[in-house]
């Protein structure tokens, strides 16, 4: 299973662009890169997923670079709201549900 | 949909008594997750099932928690008898995967458990 290495913890400021690096040095050929958000009180959330290069969707991009052993989730110009913790998850194409194991996260949080 | 379904919502048992959690799975996923998150320890991956068949129970910390998924639409994960350090939340996620698509997580609201 591919090992996560993620900063504890991030603040930034509303309307920042805030960049959350991810380690994974010993992915797997099949494995796809995903990144969820947790509220307090809440079920982590899927973001963005990717296998390489760049992946950009309403909320988020996500940049691979070409040896894929990490990876950044970008998030432009945050809000307060964006206050939350951000996990990323390496895991398989044909997973068929397989462990799918959380790091630490990055505990973001935005101030005003 | 309505998404995952999880309950109850909040429990507060009393040591040694038997706690049961219940989740219903997106219907049409074929995959079925326990997690349970504390402070100290996370989010950590207790069980997972794959077309109600368990995988992997690795995760499972004791022959206190058992989990069953007797259908695709039902799942439980039991504690006999209950602890104090069992007190956390229990999420129950669910996917749907298939050939050249990469697992994506649907997680419940979660069950807060208590244990006095």
Partial sequence: LAKTTQPISMDSYEGQEVNIT????????????????????????????GYKTKVTN???????????????LSLPRVSLSDT????????????????????????????P | ???????PRHEV??????????????????????????????????IYFNNNVPIDDSGMPEDRFSAKMPNASFSTLKIQPSEPRDSAVYFCASSLVVPSSANVLTFGAGSRLTVL
């Fill in chain 2, 1 to 7: 949909d309505a998404g995952v379904i999880q309950s």
């Fill in chain 2, 13 to 46: 048992t009393e040591m040694g008594q038997e706690v049961t959690l219940r989740c219903k799975p997106i219907s049409g996923h074929n995959s079925l997750f326990w997690y349970r998150q504390t402070m100290m320890r996370g989010l950590e991956l207790l």
């Fill in chain 1, 84 to 111: 939350a913790v951000y996990y990323c998850l390496v895991g398989g194409v044909y997973n068929q549900g397989g462990k799918l194991i959380f790091g630490q996260g990055t505990e973001l949080s935005v101030k």
């Fill in chain 1, 22 to 49: 991810c380690s994974h040095n010993n992915i797997a050929t099949n494995d796809y890169i995903t990144w969820y958000q947790q509220f307090p009180s809440q079920g982590p959330r899927f973001i963005i997923q």
């Fill in chain 1, 58 to 72: 309403e909320v988020a991009s996500l940049f691979i670079p070409a040896d894929r052993k990490s990876s950044t």
